[in-house]
């Protein structure tokens, strides 16, 4: 049996799709920008600039397992997921409406759970569950789509950096990464490794900081910081310098490292999904409490310390089964 | 072998996610109102009234079966219910995400004809592909959002119809329905019910003309005629009487219950997802070309000919697999 599912409780088909859709989305904290609720054909909402939109989704057993997250967490980190792309293109965030299927025979409970999860998420970074579809289907998907509010600012784009420019990153490197490792090695310790993989700590907030600073490119790093600053070099057409002496290894990374006998600079290079945002800045534009972790230089490619990173370390985030 | 899949070609894991997103994403019809295009972290669009968003989800053997629905018909589906909802606000479409998840032995093929359904959609509707994400799973699913623009215009709500209204409806009622019907028999004719079952033939256009002209209530009619005149009733506070005379009963519905012994008037009143707009309007606002079809009184429910509609004839769309 598979925790948190298909015990004794009522189920889904129990329930019903309509009376547990209106379950999930009560609690709409309402700021004023949400001009129609859910519970019609569809919401509606106020922005002040241009609207901003992104979808990601999270599937069982590719992105998750729900024996090593409980269904909050899964709610959380879909939902902060999608948020950070907003934070990346320098937007405020708004609201977000999920799609979420599940087997009939789910616990009701779990998909509550899902939505509190959600609307926690929301909550922190400032936003709202808007609307949502429940269904079903043979396993757990859970579709996201956040919208954001650039309130009359230009957005953040992946291709402005320019050579000159410094990097700067805000947020966690590696701990995603590192706690899946330990996951999938039957560990559930360092806490703060598995923890930072059940949901995410996005830097809510930071995007617009970095886009009203002056961030000439952005992104968050979910594919790995060497794969997302690769996506900023070829669409910058600029090549992106990383010092290693300039990054962070944080304890919980170096014991995982000092345990399973791996590099703890590979997490940090190239683990994805914590969603840190990092980008580039005119040097004096940088954003107090960022770190600067590299140049931008004429060319092309990422190199860490003037050399391309060892492949044999992994070049980015692979989702655990595939 | 489930026809249009595994087949010899490449496969979606041959060709890679991000490849593949590129493919489905390409063609993007730019009317001036995308400010960013796919490609960034999100995409960006601009309004002109509030923001209008809707997402629904198609399950693989819950919502369509691949043997039944070739990919082109499916995804055009997928953007046809969603953005259905928006016609229902009263809002012109704009655009819309999808999120698709498949497994990784899918044929690409099928992957790069699913998202031009998605296109040749958004097209008849005046819609745009903003964005996606491309997902493995063991299933097809494929979760959409659409995003609308009111456009200054006060959204059309579900519970703002008035006894001495006039209930109108316009496109078509039961088709849908019917094709299934035949389907699950194992026909594949009527054509025009079985076509109607793989893309419905939404009244793109007509939500606004609606909304324009004053209706009071509207909503698209996704469950069943009853069903979603139910909710209309329900969040209005008021009853509707239905006349079934008034119904159109076309050739291929008629068919189809002569051939099956089955009532044509049940695939009119029960039958889900043609995506038909049924409203409530003052007698003189009714938009040429909508069919009048009932009347709102005072009380509660929905009744046929002043009776309640016999619930063995079935009281709202089932999907073919829970």
Redesign the interface.
Known sequence: MIPGRHEAGETV?DVGEFALIDQMLDGLVDDGRV??RP?????????EG????????L?????FRTDWSDAEDIGARAVAQNLA??E??G?DVL?V?????VP?TTDAAWVRALSAGMRTECARAGATL????L?????I?I?V????D?RGRA?V??GGARPGDVVAVKGRLGWSAAGLFVLTRGFKSPRAVVSAYRVPEVPYGEGRRAAEAGATS???VSDGLLADLGHIAE?SGVGIRISSEALDVPDPLQAVAATTGSSPLRFVLTGGEDHALVGTFDQVDVPSDWAIIGRVAEGGGVLVDDEEWDPEEGTGYV?FQ?
Chains 1, 2 share one sequence.
């Open positions: 088909g001009t129609v519970g019609d054909d569809a919401a509606a909402f106020v922005t241009d609207t901003v939109v992104t979808t990601d989704v599937n069982e057993g590719v992105h792309d907003l990346a293109m937007a609201g409406v999920a799609a979420v299927s009939t808007l609307g949502g579809d269904s079903s289907s043979p396993h998907s579709a789509t956040a919208l954001g650039l957005p784009r992946r952005m992104i968050d669409q989702h595939r």
